[in-house]
């Protein structure tokens, strides 16, 4: 089953709130986007942002330049219907990360919470990585949320991978300079915890 495949199964399958990484409200991703994007007119990506709120809540919050990507055209439709008529404020992208062409130097800011672990291939890590290095402007900041070392081995049927600041930030290079880290948490809707690692860089 490719990537498309399984995505739009679990998402046809599965309320937004069934899932294990659904959070009413990512509380992290929030505040280190509102003090690395201080500007309400910074152009934003949010990457698998499919049926996430956290487009909901940069909409409230007054950011007026947001892109969400995901694989799924099923999981944007949820959001789509969710926000209404705000929708047509948002730019929407339905492809695979590593695959799809993302305008160059577009970005201020790329925020990342749960796709990255999903690449356990070398290749496809650094398909990821090449496409951040293109479309976010020199200097423009770089989320990325993962499961953390203490974090699940698998999540939605698929084997992922667990990193430290340390090791994720290897992954993307010098070219990014690591401002901070951190680790989450997260509380699952039936009542377990996952831990989260996030990293907050500069692109260089």
């Not at 986007?33 to 500007?39: F, K, L, P, S, T």
């Not at 800011?109 to 070398?122: E, K, Q, S």
Request: hydrophobic share 35%.
């Amino acid at each position: 089953m490719d990537v498309k495949t399984h995505w739009e199964k679990v998402y046809t399958t599965k309320a937004p709130e069934s899932v294990s990484w659904y959070r009413a409200h990512l509380e992290t991703s929030l505040a280190l986007i509102e003090r690395a994007a201080v500007a309400r007119s910074s152009s934003i990506i949010d990457i698998g942002g499919g049926e996430s709120t956290l487009v909901d809540d940069l909409l409230f919050r007054g950011y007026q330049n947001l892109t969400v990507l995901d694989v799924s055209q099923t999981a944007i439709e949820v959001t789509k219907k969710r926000l209404g008529s705000t929708a047509e404020q948002v730019r929407w992208l339905v492809g695979d990360i590593v695959e799809i062409e993302l305008e160059p130097h577009a970005y201020d800011l790329w925020h990342d919470r749960a796709v990255f672990h999903f690449l356990t291939i070398p290749e496809r890590r650094l398909a990821y990585v090449r496409q951040v290095t293109r479309a976010v402007k020199p200097g423009g900041h770089v989320i990325v949320s993962t499961f953390g070392p203490e974090g699940p081995t698998k999540c939605s049927g698929l084997e992922v991978m667990r990193y430290d600041a340390e090791s994720l930030h290897g992954e993307f290079g010098g070219g990014f300079r690591l401002v901070e880290s951190s680790q989450e948490l997260h509380q699952t809707p039936f009542g377990t915890t996952q831990q989260f690692l996030y990293c907050y860089c500069r692109l260089e």
